[in-house]
């Protein structure tokens, strides 16, 4: 069974920067694709990065975070940081690791059968 463990949340002012990590127990992650999805109150999930399995490493961005986020994988310790520049107030949200056997699952969001983290929560203050 694959748990998933997010850390690195936090509060940060606008402009700002910050690391979140998922790691992963009970599985590699290195032949599955993984993404960072995230939740507003009263807003749909979006998938905000992903990156596909290691022997193809194919990253997704949506648009408007790119430039200013990256997503990258560390196969020594198990696991998927997402590096977040430029943090703006509309990037505050809960922020899910989801691990998938699909890139594009990922990216319309067919997760149902998705692996899941707890999430960490992501605040960008003025």
């Known amino acids: 069974q694959l748990r998933l463990v997010e850390s690195g949340g936090g509060l940060v002012q606008a402009g700002g920067s910050l690391r979140i990590s998922c790691a992963a127990d009970?599985?590699?992650?290195?032949?599955?694709?993984v993404g960072w999805i995230r939740r507003t109150p009263g807003k749909e999930r979006q998938l905000v990065a992903a990156?596909?399995?290691?022997?193809?490493?194919?990253?997704y961005y949506r648009d408007s975070v790119k430039g200013r986020f990256t997503i990258s994988r560390d196969t020594d310790k198990n696991t998927v940081d997402l590096q977040m520049n430029s943090l703006k107030l509309e990037d505050t949200a809960v922020y899910y690791c989801?691990?998938?056997?699909?890139?594009?699952?990922?990216?319309?969001?067919?997760?149902?059968?998705?692996?899941w983290g707890q999430g960490t929560q992501v605040t960008v203050s003025s």
């Open positions: 009970g599985r590699t992650l290195t032949m599955s694709a």
């Open positions: 989801a691990v998938d056997q699909s890139l594009h699952n990922l990216i319309v969001l067919n997760i149902a059968d998705t692996y």
């Open positions: 990156i596909s399995r290691r022997d193809d490493e194919t990253t």
